[in-house]
């Protein structure tokens, strides 16, 4: 992995964006944008960013989700505390005792979700699993006058993850928060970076989407924009290679290349746009691995359905610990992931699209 590439993601993983609240994220991804990509937006904040190549050429959409899963301030309490609301899918049972910052008017403020010590718990109530409805944040503040005043936290306002980029000992194995799905923007922008010094049939969106963890909503509205006729969803995969995941549940493993999804909870992937895409990865010799889940959506839910359909496949670096404060890529596997959508863009043209759509 390139030297930027990894700034690049210790710079997406370390920024703020819950659903909703995207534009910092936004900002990052411009910043390593290459000088011939254009950029424009939909009404709801997604980042369209475009590459002329072809111009009769195919329209790729390839969307990464900006939002991260988070929370928003529900309730200030009398003596000071927050009670938050999820935005997104969070298991109870990863949130206590982790670091978050609230964005308030006035600015970051750090907090913790409180937990309450063993000693003082009864038997019955160490064995069970706290819900996140009875948990709260404490800013360290003395009263509620001190979080609205002070620290100008307000409701609504949005809290993210706290949670720093690093490596493991070995140094491929990168670990951050919010790979699900800022891998996916870094992705994009690594594949319009490649394609610099390359022709290419067609015109390329990479597209930063909105509030994917809520519903994929930013999907819907971008695709109104960017109208495209095929669509590579660049995504967080799950690697199941950890304790407890069985091989009829998912399958995947870090190091094993990019994840090609022939069906999830919202999409069955395209399966000649598969078959197009595993040809290529053969004759490139570049690794990859089909998986499948019955549960979750990608953007892809709403994208293939646009207009009258769009021939779409969900391509997802492995994660371990996806949806937690922390998780783990593997740098051979992003390289791969870029390696194997660039060498797809540079073979899809009118007469590909036409052949993958393949009516008979
Ligand atoms: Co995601």
Not at 150 to 169: E, H, N, Q, W, Y
Request: a neutral charge.
């Amino acid at each position: 992995m390139k030297k930027t590439t990894r700034a690049m993601l210790k710079a997406l993983t370390e920024v703020n964006g819950v659903p909703g609240f995207e534009e910092d994220v936004s900002v990052v991804i411009q910043k390593y944008l290459p000088k011939s990509v254009e950029v424009s937006h939909d009404r709801l904040g997604s980042l369209i960013c475009t590459k002329t190549g072809a111009s009769d050429g195919p329209r790729i959409m390839i969307p990464g989700h900006m939002d991260e899963i988070g929370f928003m301030v529900k309730l200030i309490t009398s003596d000071g505390f927050i009670r938050f609301a999820p935005l997104g899918g969070w298991p109870d049972q990863v949130l206590l005792s982790q670091r978050v910052i609230v964005r308030g008017r006035k600015g970051d403020v750090p907090g913790l979700i409180g937990a309450k010590p063993p000693h003082l718990m009864s038997g019955d109530e160490r064995g069970k699993m706290v819900k996140k409805d009875a948990m709260f944040i404490d800013v360290g503040a003395k009263n509620e006058k001190e979080v609205t005043d002070k620290l100008g936290i307000r409701v609504g306002d949005p809290i993210a993850p706290d949670s720093p980029f690093g490596t493991m000992k070995n140094k491929k194995l990168l670990i951050g928060k919010a790979w699900d799905d800022r891998v996916g923007c870094g992705m994009f922008v690594s594949i319009l970076e490649a394609l610099e010094k390359q022709e290419h049939p067609n015109t390329v969106y990479g597209v930063g989407t909105v509030q994917e963890e809520v519903g994929t909503r930013g999907a819907q509205t971008s695709a109104e924009v960017v109208k495209p006729d095929i669509c590579l969803v660049v995504e967080s995969g799950i690697a199941a290679d950890v304790p407890g995941i069985k091989p009829e549940e998912t399958q995947g493993k870090l190091d094993g290349g990019p994840l090609l999804y022939v069906l999830d909870g919202g999409m069955i992937g395209h399966r000649r746009l598969r078959d197009f895409i595993t040809d290529i990865a053969d004759e490139c010799k570049i690794p990859y691995q089909l998986s499948l889940l019955t549960g979750g959506a990608t953007d892809g839910r709403p994208i293939h359905l646009h207009s009258a359909g769009v021939p779409t496949i969900f391509i997802g670096v492995p994660v371990r610990y996806i949806h937690c404060h922390t998780g783990i890529i593997h740098a051979d596997d992003y390289d791969n992931t870029a390696k194997l959508i660039t060498e797809v863009v540079k073979r899809l043209d009118a007469n590909a699209l036409k052949s993958i759509i393949g009516h008979r």
